[in-house]
Nanobody
Framework: VQLQASGGGLVQAGGSLRLSCAASGGTFSMGWFRQAPGKEREFVAAIRRNGGNTYYADSAKGRFTISRDNAKNTVYLQMSSLKPEDTAVYYC?????????????????WGQGTEVTVSS
């Protein structure tokens, strides 16, 4: 299984970015996490394999949308109304188990991360 995250960059506060995560080796329940400098990795959003259920951190609700295109084996994170505190490296991850989708230790495979910087 390989996960390739992309779409990060530099954006002004209030702007938008769309992150993509292309998966190879199967179709999985997926999640996005982020890690800011000096902080622990934190959950952002998750989506089940069939796309029927989505989950969001409180910080992401109303601003971020997770979606997927199983024909392309790609998961997206549309981020809007970005804030400087959203600055972090964003990681996508694939989950095989039925453990909580909000927990990092529930995920079996991780992408390399894509950096998002939001300027004020």
């Amino acid at each position: 299984v390989q996960l390739q995250a992309s779409g990060g960059g530099l954006v002004q506060a209030g702007g938008s970015l769309r992150l993509s995560c292309a998966a190879s080796g199967g179709t999985f329940s997926m999640g996005w996490f982020r890690q800011a400098p000096g902080k622990e990795r934190e959950f952002v959003a998750a989506i089940r394999r069939n796309g029927g259920n989505t989950y969001y951190a409180d910080s992401a609700k109303g601003r971020f949308t997770i979606s997927r295109d199983n024909a392309k084996n790609t998961v997206y994170l549309q981020m809007s109304s970005l804030k400087p505190e959203d600055t972090a490296v964003y990681y996508c991850a694939a989950r095989l188990s039925g453990l909580s989708p909000t927990r990092a230790n529930a995920y079996d495979y991780w992408g390399q991360g894509t950096e998002v910087t939001v300027s004020s």
